[in-house]
T-cell receptor, first 113, second 118 residues
Framework: AQKITQTQPGMFVQEKEAVTLDCTYD???????LFWYKQPSSGEMIFLIY??????QNATEGRYSLNFQKARKSANLVISASQLGDSAMYFC??????????FGRGTSLIVHP | GAGVSQSPSNKVTEKGKDVELRCDPI?????LYWYRQSLGQGLEFLIY????????KSGLPSDRFSAERTGGSVSTLTIQRTQQEDSAVYLC????????????????FGAGTRLSVL
């Protein structure tokens, strides 16, 4: 069984500041992957970043980094230097051996100028 | 095209009619997924195809829902006798499994089909 919890339904951040979006997960698989996706108002889901459960270092992709704390089952997304175009819904997901991911309910991020 | 293509982008139908939604995955991707996203909600898994294996249909909400994948490529999601609660955005994604010891795979999504049942 897999579960994702995103406790922040909405977040606000000032342009150029950093923001952290929370994600906690639960899975019975010993090997799994954690994912973050962005969904702008256009509706298309866009892959942002991936963290494997055995990866030793936190994943980074440009302005995105994943703060992976395995013992806490936490996979928070950090966006540095927020831009207006970062305003969107953000979804965390976990996927294990079944290759069927479970998504959270999402966090709405609004970036203010 | 390089991305996942879904058609139609919008579909309005009357309650009780059947609808077919199409998904054309990224060439070479062996896995294909269908999801449903209701307004303001997360993604609800519907069905998963992997290569020539039998699909995982565990997420289909009722027997009115079915899906096929022909030739390991294009997939069609069919909803029979549509109901108003079927109104949602239907998203398709394709992927190839990641190399390495960890599970999971990066999914590439289409723009979705917005279904409205009147």
């Amino acid at each position: 069984a897999q579960k994702i919890t995103q406790t922040q339904p909405g977040m606000f951040v000032q342009e150029k500041e950093a923001v952290t979006l929370d994600c906690t997960y639960d899975t019975s698989d010993p090997s799994y992957g954690l994912f973050w996706y962005k969904q702008p108002s256009s509706g298309e889901m866009i892959f942002l970043i991936y963290q494997g459960s055995y990866d030793q270092q936190n994943a980074t992709e440009g302005r995105y980094s994943l703060n992976f704390q395995k013992a806490r089952k936490s996979a928070n997304l950090v966006i540095s230097a927020s831009q207006l175009g970062d305003s969107a819904m953000y979804f965390c997901a976990v996927s294990g051996g079944s290759y069927i991911p479970t998504f959270g309910r999402g966090t709405s991020l609004i970036v203010h100028p | 095209g390089a991305g996942v293509s879904q058609s139609p982008s919008n579909k309005v139908t009357e309650k009780g009619k059947d609808v077919e939604l199409r998904c054309d995955p990224i060439s070479g991707h062996t896995a294909l997924y269908w999801y449903r996203q209701s307004l303001g909600q997360g993604l609800e898994f519907l069905i998963y195809f992997q290569g020539n294996s039998a699909p995982d249909k565990s997420g289909l909400p009722s027997d009115r829902f079915s899906a096929e994948r022909t030739g390991g490529s294009v997939s069609t999601l069919t909803i029979q006798r549509t109901q108003q609660e079927d109104s949602a955005v239907y998203l398709c994604a394709s992927s190839s499994p990641l190399a390495g010891p960890s599970g999971g795979n990066i999914q590439y999504f289409g723009a979705g089909t917005r279904l409205s049942v009147l």
